[in-house]
């Protein structure tokens, strides 16, 4: 009863102790490891519908499932379902597993299947491409082929007004510009309609967005379902050069990032931070109509990850550390050179080896497939 | 003739009106339990009888009550589930519209055991008829101070509202069902909370099945002891069966829990066995979303034993070779069933059905469709069988709610038990797909 500090629960993730507060969820405890070390970011569970500036989000896309081993200190009993990170609170002792549990990764390998079989795939036209959350999900979690052999969803094309184009198509459903236009914008025109895998997102009877914070529903988009009209097509992000700039807005902020071609500013949008997440929404007037750099006062380049496509032609190895996974990547595939074999001079036996060779990798890849 | 409770009185004429249904003993157990039980009296007897909930899931009611959380100065609510649409249970909507009054007895004695003064009854939106009933039943009780300010001059109030559903089987998924009363879309909320301490407009709710409920009235005159008498084991008092497919006499019965399988599919005063000249092929015991059972596993256990129509021996030997007693949707397939177009008409509920909020439900549902559709049109292929267990695996327990579940569980089972209808059904296409074509195969036929 005398304590007045707030007692913090200690759990386990993945091997690693954290100390959070009451209340704290799995996954914000997992970010918490990751950002006092930045070696550990790769066991952090992956969010495509969770976003934490907006209350509310999360559970819906199971991307981010792990195994609790010990439910508390108290209890220590395992949770019999895999449960969503993102939303489950940290109990005092908890025992959590996500990259050491097989169970988990194999659920998150369907959750990619499953995102994937109803996608267009139509990266290389899509203005989301090297900025999509799917793309590094699919990347870091998918396995390389399909096992979909159906036709995939189409949706018909809705016209959503003159900033914002909808993709329905390429829409995963994480509810978060429902939640943004709920919650940031000041009246509520956008919702989802329909059912299962007909759902679909929609501005109320069609009715345009129009107010003044509408555009951050194209920065909360997790694909490339939302995009900027006013960029389409313009460019490939990885051309792009982003920079930290603000102005003096009397709706929002005025804190965003210009990106640049060139000399021109092709595209505003806001700052974000680690995680994806947007830092502070922006205002219309800032993101479609001050596009040129005398609106604003620069800052200085904007930081961007290694890992991210962005920053290729661009890096910056004062502004970076090295990712450990790459150097353990490595060495794993690191095998020691058998140089006991004889050396093959004849043609006859070269041709007929690489035949056989050639033999074995084709059925091996015919494994593969029927696996 | 077996023990009845809800059905004692379902063919008196009249029995839709009050004052019949008064003269068959109506309304006793909401005079016992207001004038002369506590609240937490009631609730005991609940927890004495072991009644567990009939919407399909089996949990001690009286436990459920329980945990209903009570602070202070906040409402609490008892919500009940009329939203019956499970393929193969059309058990609420038969004693709604027959005896309506049951229910609303029903209603206001658990209202009072759980202290809720304003309660609701969802019912499924295409039954507009029994909504009216429900509503006149209402009124009569309100007339003769069943209902309304100062019931029986107790000072208790209560105010019963009957709901029209969302025309949606995800409805009937009590956060989905809250989430809709609240008059929002009905999309299944992640659990925890529970309605039991953040339910309907985030008060403490109590979502009940509306055959659960039915039973409370009997349960308040009876004592909960006498309850518990009936049935067998935990499998306490009776439960009705909607009975369908080839038999001679489809329709709700009411059963005594532990009644063998093999009478209540063979004796005349229920199903009346297989339709003449057929045998039998499988069963869905529990409606549509329990694992289907073969032949050899329906009347005995796979270690020998009788099948009994019982909470535990319907589970007996876990998904390997037992089903679930679910809600109650039995139904019975004949030699001529083909196995995987039933799994396939399953399938296509499912995908229809899902909320579409979580990926593995949204896009699972659609896949196993389309992967049956094409089985069942002789476009399948031999990797579609294993494609299709493992696509029930990636949905199974990973979903927000157990739609997910129970899209996965007729899948799963329908392959484990007819894997070679299946692999027929892609070795021989065009026999497949010829009209009226069903598998024989060497399956031990009953
Ligand atoms: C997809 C889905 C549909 C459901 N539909 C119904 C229903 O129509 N009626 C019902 O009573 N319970 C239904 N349930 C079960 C309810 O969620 C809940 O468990 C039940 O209403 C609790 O009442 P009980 O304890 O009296 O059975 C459904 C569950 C799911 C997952
Ligand atoms: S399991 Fe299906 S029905 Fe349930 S919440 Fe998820 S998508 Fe909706
Ligand atoms: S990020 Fe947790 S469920 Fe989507």
Known sequence: MEETKPQLFKITFDGIEVEVEPGTTIMQAARKIAEADQSQTSIVPPAMCYYKPLPASGGKCRACLVKVAQGSAKDTRPMPKLVPSCITQVQDGMVVENTTNEAVLEARKGIVEFLLINHPLDCPVCDQAGECNLQDFAFEHGSAHTRYEEERRTFEKKDIGPYVQLHMTRCILCYRCVYTADQVTNKREHGVMNRGDASEISTYIEKSIDNDFSGNIIDVCPVGALTDKTYRFKNRVWFSKPEDAHCDCDKCSGKVILWYRGDEVIRVTARKNTWGEVNEFICNTCRFERKKTSDWVLEGPTKVKRSSVISANKYRSDLVKKPDFALKLAATQFKNIDDTREYVTDKDTIRHQSIENNDKANHRSLLNQNN | ?446
């Not at chain 2, 309506?100 to 969802?122: D, R, T």
């Not at chain 2, 699972?364 to 031999?382: A, C, F, N, Q």
Request: net charge negative; charged share 20%; with cysteine.
């Open chain 2, 1 to 446: 003739m077996a023990r009845k409770i809800l059905t004692e009185h379902i063919h008196v004429p009249g029995i839709e009106t009050f004052d019949v249904y008064r003269k068959q003993g109506g309304y006793t157990a909401v005079e016992k339990a207001i004038k002369s039980m506590s609240p937490e009296e009631v609730v005991e007897e609940a927890k004495k009888s072991g009644v567990r909930g009939r919407g399909g899931a089996g949990f001690p009611m009286g436990m459920k009550w329980g945990f209903l959380a009570k602070p202070e100065g906040v409402p609490r609510y008892l919500v009940c589930n009329a939203d019956e649409s499970e393929p193969g249970t059309f058990k609420d909507h038969y004693l709604m519209k027959t005896i309506p009054h049951l229910l609303i007895e029903g209603m206001i004695v658990s209202s009072f055991a759980l202290g809720a003064n304003k309660s609701f009854i969802y019912v499924r939106g295409e039954l507009m008829y029994v909504i009216r009933i429900l509503e006149k039943a209402i009124e009569e009780a309100k007339a003769k101070g069943f209902l309304g300010k100062n019931i029986l001059g107790s000072g208790y109030d209560l105010e019963l509202v009957v709901q029209p559903g969302g025309g949606a089987y995800i409805c009937g998924e009590e956060t989905a069902l809250l989430e809709s009363l609240e008059g929002k879309r009905g999309n299944p909320r992640n659990k925890p909370p529970f309605p039991a301490v953040k339910g309907l407009y985030q008060c403490p709710t109590v979502v009940n099945n509306v055959e659960s409920i039915s039973n409370m009235p009997w349960i308040v005159n009876n004592g909960g002891e006498a309850y518990a008498q009936i049935g067998i084991g935990r499998s306490t008092g009776t439960k009705l069966i909607s009975a369908s497919g080839h038999i001679q006499r489809p329709g709700v019965y009411e059963i005594e829990l532990g009644l063998s399988v093999e009478e209540f599919m063979n004796s005349d005063e229920y199903c009346g066995g297989i339709r003449k000249g057929h045998h039998l092929k499988a069963l869905v015991a529990g409606g549509s979303s329990v694992p289907i059972l073969p032949a050899n596993l329906i009347m005995k256990t796979a270690n020998g034993e009788d099948r009994l129509m019982s909470y535990e021996s319907l589970s007996d030997g876990g998904f390997a070779s037992g089903t679930m007693l679910g809600s109650g949707g039995f139904i019975v397939f004949d030699e001529t069933a083909c196995i995987v177009k039933n799994t396939w008409n399953f399938s296509q509920f499912y995908h229809h059905e899902s909320c579409g909020q979580c990926s593995p439900c949204r896009e699972g549902t659609g896949w196993m469709e389309k992967v049956l559709h094409r089985i069942e049109h002789g476009h399948g292929s031999m990797h579609d069988v294993d494609l299709l267990v493992d696509i029930t695996k990636k949905i199974e327990g990973n979903t927000i709610c157990p739609l997910g579940d129970a899209a996965s569980w007729p899948v799963a089972s329908a392959i484990r038990h007819f894997r070679d209808e299946f692999v027929w059904h892609i070795t021989h296409p065009s026999e497949a797909t010829a009209p009226g074509a069903a598998y024989r195969g060497d399956m031990a036929l009953v």
